[in-house]
Nanobody, 121 residues
């Protein structure tokens, strides 16, 4: 079983910054991609940023130039540095990991519990 623990959400004024962190724990697994998604009230969950084990990162157009995703493969952690935050960034942010686990090295994905980010003056 792969467990994810997120931290770093909170409230900030427009133009401010927050840093989200997610740590994966457990045994018998290997992580390929790690990413952050968000879901605002009434909206579908959407991809914010995703990074592969090789360090290749992709971003939603709405956050390019403002958000930076990074990971530590040795620690199985992924971070999201969010700068120049806007009210429309307000949402619950979820960490997601994808990889392989178990005796037969089956593919899996796991979600974190979510952390609230609120951008408001």
């Amino acid at each position: 079983q792969v467990q994810l623990v997120e931290s770093g959400g909170g409230s900030v004024q427009p133009g401010g910054s927050l840093r989200l962190s997610c740590a994966a724990s457990g045994s018998g697994f290997s992580i390929n991609a790690m990413g952050w998604y968000r879901q605002a009230p009434g909206n579908q969950r959407e991809l914010v940023a995703r990074i592969t084990s090789g360090g290749s990162a992709g971003y939603a157009d709405s956050v390019k130039g403002r958000f930076t995703i990074s990971r530590d493969n040795a620690k199985n952690t992924v971070n999201l540095q969010m700068n120049s935050l806007k009210p429309e960034d307000t949402a619950v942010y979820y960490c997601k990991v994808e990889g392989f686990k178990g005796t037969f090295w089956a593919p899996f994905s796991s979600w974190g519990q979510g952390t609230q980010v609120t951008v408001s003056s």
